[in-house]
């Protein structure tokens, strides 16, 4: 039967695991990992964790040689496996798998053939060029880009130091990605924003998108998602910021620092997302409004006009997350007020 973890081709004890996390060990200190998995699908050998309160009875019955808790869990059951507790098991989970990752994961060097690479072009130490890749003139590399087989980097591009380009992403030309950055394949980043003029005769003369795209140092773009290039000015996306897959960040919008965005969110243009959001899966933004830092906003919900920092929002339009579960509630119950209302005319007769 298909067994569904990752494995990392070397075995780490208890013990070390505590070590590397500053975690606390119940249980055996030479129980041995070599690979990770979910909590109920977890068997001997597997390292896995326990973060939503949900899946807590599944670590009475998991296979998992350790398990990484939070330091209050209190269990109301033996556990067979070895505990190590930590103050955030999900946060200590990521930091293991980036470790194990580094190690396993290591990019590629050189130049493969064939591909292009523009003349001017001064390709530093480190990088990578991809079979099929082309990198137009004028672009700036820095060290240790990666950019994967059938990627594009147009004309005049910028990419910074460590940033990862993977298959079949597109960068147009004049755009500027940072450090660090992960572009993911299908991306396209800085294709024209949708700009057409209506004419007389009724049909639309295209605006020309003059602008750019601006990424910051440590951002995520997810497979296919695209950013749009500026009519005039920059497209911008703050540093540490993450997009999933299938986004849409249309002409001069901003996005601030450390924001995450989930599948299939589209923003219109001009519009300012700020710092520190977390914004759902599907949620659609009017153009030219504001939202402001740490916004929360659940998934499938439409935002038409500005939003205050701070603000926790659901539905569409949406309203702040407490309304949104009131009116949950009252709509639930219109099929009870309904018949109440029609015996009650009922009666009058």
Do not use: W
Not at 7 to 31: C, Y
Not at 243 to 268: F, M, R, S
Not at 299 to 312: E, H, K, W, Y
Not at 314 to 323: E, K, R
Request: net charge negative; aromatic share 8%; with cysteine.
């Amino acid at each position: 039967m298909y067994k569904p973890v990752a494995t990392f081709d070397m075995k780490f004890t208890a013990s070390q695991i505590a070590a590397a996390t500053g975690g606390h060990i119940e249980g055996n200190e030479n129980a041995a990992v070599g690979s990770f998995a979910k909590i109920e699908e977890a068997h001997e050998g597997d390292l896995t964790f326990l973060a939503n309160p949900k899946y807590t009875h599944y670590i009475y019955t998991t296979g998992a040689s350790i398990v990484l808790v939070s330091d209050d869990f209190k269990p109301e059951h033996p556990v067979s496996a070895t505990l190590i507790r930590v103050p955030d098991p999900y946060a200590t989970l990521s930091r293991l798998m980036q470790m194990v990752d580094a190690a396993l994961n290591t990019h590629p060097c050189g130049i493969e053939q064939p591909c292009h690479v523009a003349e001017d072009v001064e390709v530093p130490e480190g990088c990578y060029v991809g079979a099929f890749a082309y990198v137009g003139e004028g672009v700036r590399l820095g060290r240790n880009v990666k950019i994967y087989p059938q990627a594009y980097v147009g004309r005049g591009a910028v990419v910074g130091d460590d940033t990862v380009i993977y298959p079949g992403a597109r960068i147009y030309h004049g755009c500027r990605v940072g450090a660090r950055c992960v572009i993911h394949a299908g991306a396209v980043i800085g294709a024209d924003g949708f700009g057409f003029a209506p004419t007389p005769d009724g049909s639309y003369s295209k605006i020309p998108q003059l602008g750019a795209v601006e990424i910051a140092d440590d951002v995520e773009v997810g497979a296919n998602t695209t950013i749009d290039r500026a009519t005039m000015g920059i497209t911008r996306v703050g540093r540490g910021t993450k997009l999933d897959n299938l986004i849409q960040l249309a002409h001069n919008t901003e996005v601030g620092e450390n924001t995450v965005i989930a599948a299939q969110a589209g923003v219109a243009g001009s519009t300012h997302i700020g710092s520190n959001c977390m914004i759902g899966g599907q949620v659609g933004f009017a153009g030219h409004i504001h939202v402001g830092d740490r916004t929360v906003i659940g998934a499938q919900s439409g935002i038409p006009n500005d939003v205050a920092p701070d603000s926790r929002l659901m539905g569409y339009p949406a309203v702040p997350a407490g309304d949104f579960a009131r009116r949950a509630v009252f709509l639930k119950r219109l099929p009870e007020l309904f018949n109440r209302v029609a015996a009650l005319e009922k009666d009058k007769k």
